[in-house]
T-cell receptor, first 109, second 116 residues
């Protein structure tokens, strides 16, 4: 069974700081998705990475897929209070999408 | 707005009772997924349907059941409720190649169940 571990579990930072969260697997990902869930809402897709070593940027967010496709990272530059939420990585396992344990980010003004 | 509608948004009930959660997927999406989110266990996959047929099962309890109807809406039935069933229940939908591939899931806003 694919296990997706995310770290850190919790992160509280001040506005303007940079941060990185990680997603690691016990086996190779076929592809990986990152979602953000804001309080009171369902998760929303941020990005999908497919190729080992792939880097994708979404404004201040940079997503990296490990060369061996067993890990991924999300780096946020100059965090803002609007970045507050639960960040989830997810991997498709046949017909189901399995989510990681999540990183809960709080950005204070 | 994801286009996925879940009802009810909030539900409070007692142990031993039975509830039904309803989900209408995005227009045109054939796949429906159900997830349970509790504070200490993250987002747990329960079950997936594609065009009315069960496609994948996760750690869904025998007390829980689901179905997808011909109009593609889905219901999740939770019976003999226990305190530990209190959680957010999310429905998500996706379209695409028989529910496979790297497609995006679109989530509803969830149904918050409280069992007292």
């Amino acid at each position: 069974t694919q296990l997706l571990e995310q770290s850190p579990q919790f992160l509280s930072i001040q506005e303007g700081e940079n941060l990185t969260v990680y997603c690691n697997s016990s086996s190779v990902f076929s592809s990986l998705q990152w979602y953000r869930q804001e309080p009171g809402e369902g998760p929303v897709l941020l990005v999908t990475v497919v190729t080992g070593g792939e880097v994708k940027k979404l404004k201040r967010l940079t997503f990296q897929f490990g060369d061996a496709r067993k890990d991924s990272s999300l780096h946020i530059t100059a965090a803002q209070p609007g970045d507050t939420g639960l960040y989830l990585c997810a991997e498709r396992n046949t017909d189901k999408l399995i989510f990681g344990t999540g990183t809960r980010l709080q950005v204070f003004p | 707005d994801s286009g996925v509608t879940q009802t009810p948004k909030h539900l409070i009930t007692a142990t031993g009772q039975r509830v039904t959660l309803r989900c209408s997927p995005r227009s045109g999406d054939l796949s429906v997924y159900w997830y349970q989110q509790s504070l200490d266990q993250g987002l747990q996959f329960l079950i997936q349907y594609y065009n009315g047929e069960e496609r994948a099962k996760g750690n869904i309890l025998e007390r829980f059941s689901a179905q997808q109807f011909p109009d593609l809406h889905s219901e999740l039935n939770l019976s003999s409720l226990e305190l530990g069933d209190s959680a957010l229940y999310f429905c998500a939908s996706s379209g695409g190649n028989r529910g496979r591939g790297t497609g995006e899931l679109f989530f509803g806003e969830g149904s918050r169940l409280t069992v007292l």
